[in-house]
T-cell receptor, first 113, second 114 residues
């Protein structure tokens, strides 16, 4: 069965500092991987996705993620965090194109001034 | 493109009542999904449609839950005989070419059962 683990429930970083949010997945075949961001009381906004090809994926708002098959990971990174990045971040895995997504528990990001 | 629209945004209901939520996907999207999200958790898959056909339904979905997508356009999610445990955010998403556009989520309907 597919599963997603986000080991960090809450992370606090200083504005301007770099950020890495961890995501580990469990799936037998090549997964389709996503990162979404959610602000309080809102829906989810797609940051980036990986289907195939280059394992370093660029997304919106200056985010990037790297797919590492050997580590079953898809960590999200940003070189310099802005206060507006404070939100909940979800990693998700899909088994096939257009099918359901399995989400991790989420990582809440706080940004210190 | 007005995005995925969900109505109502908030719903408060008494335990035992029935509720129905509506989702209007992006018009050209052929797939539509329902998820449930409780506080501090990631969204949990409930069910999804391709056009009007319901392709998959989670085992989490009890008999009290039913979803429809008549004519492959909007969808409704009905919960009968609501329980306090049904209190959650219900999210709808739609997709066409997920490898290009991903899944687009609506803002959700927050259900509170009192």
């Amino acid at each position: 069965a597919q599963s997603v683990t986000q080991p960090d429930i809450h992370i606090t970083v200083s504005e301007g500092a770099s950020l890495e949010l961890r995501c580990n997945y469990s799936y037998g075949a090549t997964p389709y991987l996503f990162w979404y961001v959610q602000s309080p009381g809102q829906g989810l906004q797609l940051l980036l996705k990986y289907f195939s090809g280059d394992t370093l994926v660029q997304g919106i708002k200056g985010f990037e993620a790297e797919f590492k098959r050997s580590q079953s990971s898809f960590n999200l990174r940003k070189p310099s965090v802005h206060w507006s990045d404070a939100a909940e971040y979800f990693c998700a895995v899909g088994a096939n194109q257009g099918g359901k997504l399995i989400f991790g528990q989420g990582t809440e990001l706080s940004v210190k001034p | 493109d007005t995005g995925v629209s969900q109505n109502p945004r908030h719903k408060i209901t008494k335990r035992g009542q029935n509720v129905t939520f509506r989702c209007d996907p992006i018009s050209e999207h052929n797939r539509l999904y329902w998820y449930r999200q409780t506080l501090g958790q990631g969204p949990e898959f409930l069910t999804y449609f391709q056009n009007e056909a319901q392709l998959e339904k989670s085992r989490l979905l009890s008999d009290r839950f039913s979803a429809e997508r008549p004519k492959g356009s909007f969808s409704t999610l009905e919960i009968q005989r609501t329980e306090q445990g049904d209190s959650a955010m219900y999210l709808c998403a739609s997709s066409l070419m997920v490898d290009v556009y991903g899944y687009t989520f609506g803002s959700g309907t927050r259900l509170t059962v009192v």
